[in-house]
């Protein structure tokens, strides 16, 4: 099972970052896909969300209006658009991806992409 994260890099406030994640070894359209962020003396926390079948989204209050989650279930790939980047969103993001079938939990993590933003 691999979840490989791309994308992040330095970008200046008010700007856009892409996140991409390639995930491969197990059946991407049964897991729902997530994008968490972790910054330095924090907790990881969830950003984004989208279902199985990319039929419903949720995002944390913080990202609201700026950051739109999506997934290509032929592709295997789920992206994290990232618009009106602040320094708050300075973080490493990282891809999940989930699935729960009968009370049973399957849970795995990329390695993460580092997200700077700074003038």
């Given at each position: ?28 359209s049964n897991y729902a896909m997530s994008w968490y962020r972790q910054a330095p003396g924090k907790e990881r926390e ?74």
């Amino acid at each position: 099972v691999q979840l490989v994260e791309s994308g992040g890099g330095l970008v200046q406030p008010g700007g856009s970052l892409r996140l991409s994640c390639a995930a491969s070894g197990f059946t991407f359209s049964n897991y729902a896909m997530s994008w968490y962020r972790q910054a330095p003396g924090k907790e990881r926390e969830l950003v984004a969300t989208i279902r199985s079948a990319g039929d419903y989204t949720d995002y944390a209050d913080s990202v609201k209006g700026r950051f739109t989650i999506s997934r290509d279930n032929l592709k295997n790939t789920v992206i994290l658009q990232m618009n009106s980047l602040k320094p708050e969103d300075a973080a490493v993001y990282y891809c999940n991806a989930r699935w729960r079938p009968f009370m049973k939990t399957y849970d795995y993590w990329g390695q993460g992409t580092q997200v700077t933003v700074s003038s």
